[in-house]
């Protein structure tokens, strides 16, 4: 089957924050979501300085380091902290439900380790026709961001996903 014929945009998907059967559906937001996914780094070997010796005429190149994820968008904000559901803003300060049950710390590694959640961006194919809807997951994402003031006033997350390669259906 070919790619689609029809062209997406802000109004077409979804951004959720998850955190095993928690699930925070991102709502008012600017559709302004970003993802670099900068891959693993390239290590080249050079001989004397060239990238290929005068034998093999290649250069030697190698996958190197695992690289992070990193992503951003920006919500409208709505409430600042409740402690019967969770906000955009306590994702960014650390607070209210996000601090007392959301996130997953990797095994073993005591209280040090910050609490990581998954971000999925769904992008809907069904309403506009195609025969799938389809999702970029980002795992262990570790989240920072900003709050402003303004007309109106917004929340801006960042994150980093400790993960090579988003998982893509």
């Not at 937001?29 to 996914?37: A, H, K, M, P, Q």
């Not at 049950?101 to 590694?109: D, E, F, L, N």
Request: charged share 15%.
């Amino acid at each position: 089957m070919p790619e689609s014929q029809i062209v997406k945009n802000m109004r077409s998907g979804l951004i959720q924050v998850i955190a095993g059967a928690n699930s925070y559906d991102v709502k008012f937001e600017e559709g302004n979501f970003s993802l670099t996914i900068p891959g693993r780094s390239v290590a080249v070997y050079r001989d004397r300085g060239r990238f290929a010796d005068a034998d093999h005429g290649q250069p030697m190149v190698l996958y190197d380091q695992d690289q992070e994820m990193t992503g951003t968008f920006t919500a409208y904000m709505r409430d600042v902290s409740d402690n019967s559901f969770i906000t955009g803003p306590q994702f960014i300060t650390k607070s209210g439900l996000y601090a007392s049950s959301w996130g997953t710390t990797m095994t073993g590694a005591g209280t040090e380790a910050p609490k990581l959640v998954d971000i999925k961006w769904t992008v809907y194919g069904t309403i506009h026709g195609d025969p799938a809807d389809h999702t970029v997951l980002c795992q262990w994402c570790y989240i920072t961001g900003s709050l402003a003031d303004g007309g109106p006033n917004t929340v801006s997350f960042s994150f980093s996903s400790f993960d090579v390669y988003p998982t893509v259906t």
